[in-house]
């Protein structure tokens, strides 16, 4: 089996954890990541056995650190077939030109803009949309949370209106420059812009979002309440999302109260960084009266969206036309329950 072989540009909190999904994969090679500075993360990934693929304009720096490289990301390109771009939001654009000229293909993250890759993606919505495209975007964490759960629920019975408050981390783990540190805050620029970003994969979905960051550094929150088209019951909508791929049903009265206890799940898990793929239902918290569902869910912002990327991966390079099989690839690899 010939495989489809894939560099990671930008190595921190996403490209990271891409990268040690890449290399999990049987289908895929990780010919290397690229870094700009000789950090301990540039360190860590020669440790790992990855080749470290610099910016022309960084190549002294590394030089001089006596850290090795493989060469400049010209080289880089010239050995792979898809990148995935991990580069800070905005960044990528500055990127597109070069894997364009360089007749490679990239998927952005969603820190970009849709019109940047002109296809969105997510795995359970829309995995044929970005079949042999040259450029698709994984949507972000937040969207990737909506569309994991919303996306099944509208399947099965139409939503007529989505109402979500997104309570949002206030910076990742490994982030020591953001905040608050203290206190909560609203984003007073209204409707966020998380409900249209669900729209560039679920067009139809009438969705209104709003956000409030909070001092944690582990997970967002979400509390959603959504109108369907008829009636239904909490046995109903339980049952769809057991059925929902990468999405994990806990209780509160397990002791699954707050995300500290998630994170403590992902630990015991032995997940790779404890990191929680899944988008995590409290079960006790979904309720339905008449057509109305009220539900909490929550994302681990540094993870949900890696397996996405993989499946990206496989449809934009047409290595997998069915996206279950590419799912349960992915899960198999990762570590995720498989759902039948
Ligand atoms: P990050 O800041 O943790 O990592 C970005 C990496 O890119 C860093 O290593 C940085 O040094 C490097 N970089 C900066 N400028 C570069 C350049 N010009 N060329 C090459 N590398 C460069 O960012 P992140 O949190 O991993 O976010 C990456 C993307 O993923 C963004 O679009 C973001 O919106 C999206 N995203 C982030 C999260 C999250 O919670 N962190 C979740 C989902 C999606």
């Not at 990127?95 to 993250?109: C, H, L, M, P, T």
């Not at 629920?153 to 982030?175: C, E, L, M, S, Y």
Request: some cysteine; hydrophobic content about 40%; aromatic content about 6%.
């Amino acid at each position: 089996m010939t495989k489809i072989r894939v560099a990671v540009n930008g190595y921190r909190t996403i490209g990271k954890r891409v990268a040690t999904a890449i290399a999990a994969q049987d289908d895929m090679e990780l010919v290397g990541v690229t870094k700009t500075r000789p950090t301990f993360e540039a360190l860590t990934a020669l440790d790992k056995g990855y080749d470290l693929y610099v910016p022309e304009e960084s190549v002294k720096a590394f030089n001089d650190a006596g850290v090795r490289i493989a060469g400049t990301l010209q080289d880089m390109y010239k050995k792979v077939d898809i990148v995935v771009d991990c580069t800070p939001g905005n960044v990528g654009e500055f990127y597109r030109d070069q894997y364009k000229a360089a007749g490679v293909k990239a998927i952005f993250q969603g820190g970009e803009d849709h019109a940047l890759a002109g296809t969105s993606f997510n795995s359970t919505a829309n995995y044929s949309e970005s079949w042999g495209a040259q450029f698709s975007r994984v949507v972000s964490c937040n969207t990737t949370g909506l569309l994991r759960t919303l996306n099944p629920i509208d399947r099965v019975n139409k939503i007529q209106n989505a109402f979500v408050t997104i309570v949002r981390r206030a910076a990742d783990p490994g982030d020591s420059k953001n905040g608050p540190i203290n206190g909560l805050e609203p984003s007073v620029k209204l409707p966020t812009h998380h409900g249209p970003d669900v729209q560039s994969i679920m067009p139809w979905l009438n969705i209104s979002t709003m956000a409030v960051k909070a001092s944690t550094t582990l997970m967002h929150l979400h509390t959603i309440v959504a109108q369907l088209e008829r009636e239904t019951t909490t046995e109903e909508i339980l049952a769809i999302l057991e059925k929902a791929p990468r999405v994990r049903l806990v209780s509160s009265k397990d002791g699954i109260k707050t995300t500290a206890q998630i994170m403590e799940l992902a630990r015991d898990l032995g997940r790779d960084r404890s990191d929680m793929y899944e988008i995590v239902v409290w079960r006790d918290g979904i309720k339905v009266v008449g057509n109305t569902l009220y539900m909490y869910q929550a994302v681990h912002q540094e993870s949900d969206v890696i397996p996405e990327n993989i499946d990206c991966i496989r449809s934009m390079c047409k290595a997998e036309q069915d996206v279950a099989a590419s799912v349960a690839k992915t899960n198999a690899a990762l570590g995720i329950p498989q759902k039948n």
